[in-house]
């Protein structure tokens, strides 16, 4: 699977308090991805990374920011949680082999619910 | 900038029937295609892709789509339903080669079930 692990899994939370999930990866690969899924929105993309330190905003980044200091890791933050923001987070890898047909290769997801 | 609009957000057939779930992309660069499937309380899996060259392009369990750019369409077929096929299917869009940084645009997902 890529190699992909998200943690943690599941987190309930309170409004106003930080989130932070965690996307690791063993392969180094470039590109980095944070998806949420809603139900009848499909997967829509928050942040996205291009390299250690290199990031940029997706389509829905309003109260999300990201970090990666290092190629293995990258971090999504809420700073203040919101109960909007309840939702299924999954991180994604383009894997270097693929980098000319754009396949993502996702994984296995982190529920978030906030209270 | 691309997007992607899945007609029904609910299908279901009978073991062995057909399956055709619709897509229809916007796309302002040549797009590449996608399709993955969701299995419950999982990510998302690649069932096949579309690049370039041949437009009919098969993928993972039998299922194959075509890419028709006169219909902006790429639709999923599977010629005879199984039961393991229950899932939710997303199809995406993506600008082609370096545009896009490989970011992928999705459907809002169709969920497929199976009667037997």
């Known amino acids: 699977d890529a190699g992909i692990t998200q943690s943690p899994r599941h987190k309930v939370t309170e409004t106003g308090t930080p989130v932070t999930l965690r996307c690791h990866q063993t392969?180094?690969?470039?590109?980095m991805y944070w998806y949420r899924q809603d139900p009848g929105h499909g997967l829509r993309l928050i942040h996205y990374s291009y390299g250690v330190k290199d990031t940029d905003k997706g389509e829905v980044s309003d109260g999300y920011s990201v970090s990666r200091s290092k190629t293995e890791d990258f971090l999504l933050t809420l700073e203040s949680a919101t109960s909007s923001q309840t939702s299924v987070y999954f991180c994604a890898i383009k894997a270097d082999r693929n980098s000319g047909a754009n396949v993502l290769t996702f994984g296995a997801g982190s529920r978030l619910t906030v209270l | 900038a691309q997007s992607v609009t899945q007609l029904g957000s609910h299908v279901s057939v009978s073991e062995g029937a057909l399956v055709l779930l619709r897509c229809n992309y916007s796309?302002?660069?040549?797009?590449?295609l996608f399709w993955y499937v969701q299995y419950p309380n999982q990510g998302l899996q690649l069932l096949l892709k579309?690049?370039?060259?041949?437009?009919l392009v098969k993928g993972i369990n039998g299922f194959e789509a075509e890419f028709k750019k006169s219909e902006t369409s790429f639709h999923l077929t599977k010629p005879s339903a199984h039961m393991s096929d229950a899932a939710e299917y997303f199809c995406a869009v993506s600008g082609g080669g370096g545009t896009s940084y490989g970011k992928l645009t999705f459907g809002q997902g169709t969920i497929l079930t199976v009667h037997p």
């Open positions: 579309y690049t370039t060259g041949a437009t």
């Open positions: 796309s302002s660069v040549p797009p590449y």
């Open positions: 392969e180094n690969h470039r590109y």
